[in-house]
């Protein structure tokens, strides 16, 4: 075939696809398996969560938040909570702070876990797949016996957390990270040394630090290759304060590193829960707090399994927020997609999305989409205008 | 009127569906408890093809009507043929004659055939691609795959099935010709498009790959003419190279060992990108099907 | 770099058990912290409203038929429930509890989502006051 005659031939993949289990859309220009060319569209699953929390109290704004993520539920109310408590000068208890820690540590053993499994899936090992998820069944019994539901825990108050832990649950959570611990470890030698599947992520989509620090990526993605960021280390919150986080690096950036990395962050946790867990401090689990927040605005960064989370709030004086905005990991991560994915074979383009660990319910927080308009401000009946003409030209 | 009851009921047709369905369930079931899961029950393939044959079969826009609906049928009829001339059950082959081998194995090559064109027909972009894929591997397992099955063939000294099957019942090929044994079974998984060779498939890449378009009664035949090569090929293999099959017991046991080596093979790997697949064949199947190959002709030509 | 890693992981599962639990037919205790659906002490209760005002999806209605007497009526709306358990730390008198053993609460028939909790009288007497229909209001 001659070059010039070549069409261009695109693969979509999304917003309806096996790959997603989440609405995006991905363009690829394929050569052959070749992707020359990749775009993505977001905003699929845009739920307009800002806005609403304008219009609720700052209580029930917690359990909104809350529901931005299903995996990372509880890193949305702690950013949240820690962002309303600073607005309102005051500060949860030591104990409560701790038991805050311990609920995100748990939750990012379960969110990685996950991972791991959704990625071996994309790479067709199942097997791995079955295993990593049923042992996780472990961790999420201990969730909820901790904190009464699987997801969604909503363990968090404003000003503390919902419920203590007892000795009886502290064995529980002790006895669940031992067999989760040599379970990590035997996943850490599969991914590491298992032929086939090192033949589909060693070399697979490499990012150099200096790439990463140009897209700007966060959290474990970045931490793959070589770049130490992370906000428990960097500015600690809560209970990081007293009990501090090792940074786990790796320095290769491909996919297997991604692995590698947030299979160590699982020792890690391990690690760090076990700590809280023997150096409990004792007292209070709630602070009072006003039903008002005082005036002001403030900004609240936690760690989230994916990476950095970013609340803004703004308060009026008023028992509801004038403004929050949140900015999740996974839209700093999802620009890597389309710069990573080219060059490669179609076939690791499933991996190289899933290897940033995708949110897509989560990043959706505005959309914007250039179609030749200059950026002016839309009135609302020229936008309703736009989608009966949008949708009337559809065939 | 026997041969027109042999090709309808036993052992080809209703037979051959029925015990297309048990083994796939089988694989399923088996694969299931090597992942630590329940599983399927046992009429889930017949509960799927059902499903399937009720559903509306869409013609997408763009395609030959023709072919779209034809290729289905003859992928199953090649499947369903090639049944009449390997020893199912244990039984003697209904049709024999010498040289059956390669009109058995071409039969059973059809239904990748009919895969690809059926995939190529579509203007999809996932069927082109899973339609690539699928021609792509059929060229790189189907030479080592046929060297394979040659093997016990030319120790027998007849390409004619019954005959190698007779001869093998004396001379246990797995443990005379171990590398032809591995190759064969793992070109079945490249036939079938089994894990590790999946990618014309794979479901997070290209959806269904060249099956994209299909739905209903045309997706239905495909995979009925699957769930006939798995049986069929089973069958192959286990009369070849694990001692011939003579009664219908031999037959269920001999195959059953051999699905679940498969099904430990599936669970055990990674899906393999195109590249490495063909890179796998041609580099290592080939090379090392032909290295036995030329042994033993040499051993032939001395001893004989 | 070795074939198979995970071989004894398969082997193993042969001749295990599988993991998976077969609910309905088999059933695990449900933690005492579970939080299911809501219970309400009409004693403690004062009609202070403050569970309606913390709830996140707005599935408590709270009544005061009889202000003199301090008889209330509360709302139960069982299908916006997310079982936050809010309204359990925003009470003051503890007249709000989550059953940890009830948690099968889904039905076909919508009406029994709502739920009106009270003394048999006074849920006849809101059921008077209100104008017709209201009841069925969601």
Not at chain 1, 185 to 194: A, F, M, P, R
């Amino acid at each position: 075939m001659i070059d010039e005659k070549r069409e261009k031939f695109i693969i979509p993949i999304g917003p309806q696809h096996p790959a997603l289990k989440e609405p995006g859309h991905f363009e690829f220009t394929v050569d052959g398996e070749i992707v020359t060319a990749a775009s993505v569209r977001l905003g699929y699953a845009h739920r307009g969560i800002e806005k609403a929390t304008e219009s609720r109290n700052w209580t029930q704004n917690m359990y909104l938040l809350e529901r931005i993520c299903g995996i990372c539920s509880h890193i949305h109310a702690l950013a949240y909570c820690l962002g309303v408590e600073k607005l309102a000068g005051v500060s949860a208890p030591p104990r409560a702070q701790a038991i805050r820690v311990i609920v995100a540590e748990l939750e990012r053993i379960h969110s990685h876990l996950m991972w791991l499994g959704v990625a071996a899936h994309e790479a067709g090992f199942d097997t791995l797949f079955m295993y990593s998820w049923r042992d996780r069944e472990a961790l999420m019994d201990v969730l909820e016996s901790l904190t009464g539901n699987r997801v969604n825990y909503s363990a968090n108050l404003i000003g503390g957390v919902k419920f203590d832990i007892s000795t009886d649950q502290r064995d529980t959570i002790l006895r669940a990270l031992e067999t989760l611990e040599e379970r990590s470890k035997h996943y850490l030698s599969i991914v590491t040394s298992d032929m086939v599947f090192l033949r589909r992520t060693r070399g697979i989509g490499t990012t150099s630090a200096a790439q990463a620090e140009k897209i700007g990526l966060v959290g474990p993605t970045a931490r793959a290759s070589g770049v130490a960021r992370d906000v428990r280390v960097d500015a600690p919150y809560a209970a990081y304060v007293d009990f501090p986080v090792k940074l786990v690096l790796h320095t290769v950036g491909d996919l297997e590193s991604r692995f590698v990395v947030r299979i160590n962050e699982l020792f890690e946790s391990y690690r760090l829960i076990r700590e809280i867990l023997d150096h409990m401090p004792e007292g209070e689990i709630t602070a009072r707090i006003p039903r008002r927040i005082k005036e002001g605005e403030t900004i609240s960064r936690v760690e989230a399994p994916r990476g950095e989370l970013f609340y803004f709030i703004k308060s009026n004086g008023s028992d509801m927020p004038e403004r929050i905005k949140v900015r999740t990991p996974t839209m700093c991560n999802m620009a890597s997609v389309p710069v990573l994915g080219i060059g490669q074979q179609l076939a690791d383009i499933p991996m190289i999305l899933a290897g940033i660990d995708p949110c897509f319910s989560c990043n959706d927080r505005t959309t914007v989409i250039h179609q030749g308009e200059d950026g002016d401000v839309w009135t609302w009946e020229r936008l309703r205008q736009h989608g009966i003409d949008f949708y009337r030209g559809q065939p | 009127m026997s041969e027109i009851l042999a090709i309808l009921v036993f052992p080809g047709g209703l037979f051959l569906l029925a015990g297309g369905m048990m083994y796939e369930w089988a694989d399923r079931k088996l694969i299931a408890r090597l992942q630590n899961r329940v599983g399927p029950r046992w009429f889930q393939p017949l509960a799927d093809v059902v499903k399937l044959l009720v559903k509306e079969e869409v013609i997408p826009s763009g395609v030959s009507t023709f072919l779209f609906v034809v290729l289905p049928i003859v992928a199953l009829a090649g499947a369903l043929t090639s049944a009449l001339y390997v020893p199912l059950a244990g039984l003697a082959p209904t049709f024999s004659f010498s040289g059956d081998l390669i009109v058995a194995l071409y039969l059973l090559s059809l239904l990748t055939l009919c895969t690809g064109l059926a995939g190529s027909n579509t203007t999809d972009s996932f069927s082109l691609v899973g339609a690539t894929r699928t021609l792509t591997q059929l060229f790189s397992y189907e030479a080592p795959f046929l060297v394979a099955l040659l093997g016990p063939a030319i120790a027998a000294g007849s390409w004619q099935i019954s005959e190698v099957n007779a001869y093998a019942q004396s001379h246990w090929m797995a443990f005379l010709q171990p590398v032809g044994f591995v190759v064969a079974l793992i070109g079945l998984l490249g036939k079938l498009e089994l894990p590790p060779f999946d990618s014309p498939e794979a479901e997070t890449e290209i959806v269904a790959g060249a099956m994209t378009e299909y739905s209903g009664r045309g997706l239905a035949l495909f995979y009925l003419g699957r769930k006939v090569e798995l049986m069929v090929g089973l069958t192959l293999v286990a009369s070849f190279y694990l001692g011939g099959l003579n009664n219908p017991l031999e037959f269920v046991l001999k195959t059953l060992v051999l699905l679940l080596g498969m099904s430990v093979l599936q669970s055990l790997m990674a899906r393999l990108r195109i590249d490495q697949v063909v890179g796998l064949w041609w580099r290592y199947g080939a090379l090392l099907v032909l290295g036995q190959w030329l042994v033993l002709m040499l051993i032939g030509g001395f001893t004989s | 770099m070795r074939m198979g890693a995970m071989f004894t992981d398969v082997i193993r599962a042969l001749f295990q058990r599988p993991a998976t639990r077969q609910y309905p037919f088999e059933r695990t205790a449900s933690p005492d912290r579970l939080r299911g659906k809501l219970n309400w002490d009409a004693e403690k209760c004062t009609g202070c409203s403050l569970c309606v005002k913390d709830c996140p999806a707005q599935a408590l209605e709270v009544f005061m038929v009889d202000k003199a007497n301090k008889r209330v009526v509360l709302r139960y709306h069982l299908d916006r429930c997310t079982y936050c358990a809010q309204c359990v730390v925003s009470c003051r008198q503890s007249a709000l509890t989550m059953a940890h053993d009830e948690w099968e609460l889904a039905d076909t028939d919508k009406k029994l989502f709502t739920i009106t909790c009270g003394d048999d009288a006074d849920v006849q007497r809101l059921a008077d006051l209100a104008p017709k229909g209201v009841n069925e209001q969601t």
